[in-house]
């Protein structure tokens, strides 16, 4: 088993900068692909980023590509989205989630998930 825990979140101006954090435990990652996706009030749940268990391979969604970005620390076993010029359309609850082999957009795909972190951006 995998858990997973998410932090970092919080309420931002537009413009600023977060960084979410995802620790790991239970068992080690390295092999996993990581991803975070977000769900805001009334839409689905909707794909942010992914890293495979190389950092040197990572996928971004159109609307925040160029502004965010995935890493990971495999020795830490902790996962990171650093996300800048924040637009209020970025609020939402901010999930972290795991799985075996290749990474991929689709969260159906992965078995492991955080709890979630709130992220607010004020006009």
């Known amino acids: 088993q995998v858990q997973l825990e998410e932090s970092g979140g919080g309420l931002v101006q537009a413009g600023g900068s977060l960084r979410l954090s995802c620790a790991a435990s239970g068992r080690t990652f390295i092999s996993d692909a990581m991803g975070w996706f977000r769900q805001s009030v009334g839409k689905e749940r909707e794909f942010v980023a992914s890293?495979?268990?190389?950092?040197?391979?990572?996928r971004y969604a159109d609307s925040v590509e160029g502004r965010f970005a995935i890493s990971r620390d495999n020795a830490k076993n902790i996962l990171y989205l650093q996300m800048d010029s924040l637009k209020p359309e970025d609020t939402a609850v901010y999930y972290c989630?795991?799985?075996?082999?290749?990474?991929?957009?689709?969260?159906?795909?992965?078995?492991?998930w955080g709890q979630g972190t709130q992220v607010t951006v004020s006009s």
């Open positions: 890293v495979r268990w190389s950092a040197a391979y990572t």
């Open positions: 989630a795991a799985k075996i082999g290749d990474h991929s957009s689709s969260w159906n795909e992965y078995p492991y």
